[in-house]
């Protein structure tokens, strides 16, 4: 689960993402950087403004480089595509 970060860690990261969120992901319909504004108040709420720290990759990995800020639509989008593709494990079958 998220919440791994030092809250030091956190606030570079947001300061570093100038209150909007860094995904980069092409599945989720924004093009480039979401750039979602966020507003530090709303962490870990679902609503317009709300956001959560998640990890790039490696979840152990602590560090401000493995820190990304995520608005709360990515940060679903990130989690349900976690979960409904250990659900459909049949398809995966299929892949290259
Ligand atoms: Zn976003
Ligand atoms: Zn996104």
Do not use: P, Q, Y
């Amino acid at each position: 689960m998220s919440g791994t970060f030092a809250r030091e860690t956190v606030m570079r990261a947001w300061l570093r993402a100038a209150a909007r969120c860094e995904c980069k992901r092409t599945t989720h319909g924004h093009s480039g950087r979401c750039n979602r504004l966020l507003v530090w108040s709303n962490r870990g709420r679902d609503s317009s403004s709300g956001w959560e720290a998640d990890s790039r990759d490696n979840r152990s990995d602590t560090s401000l480089s493995n820190c990304e800020i995520l608005c709360w639509e990515c940060h679903s989008h990130i989690f349900n595509s976690i979960s409904s593709r250990s659900s459909t494990r049949s398809a995966s079958a299929h892949r290259i």
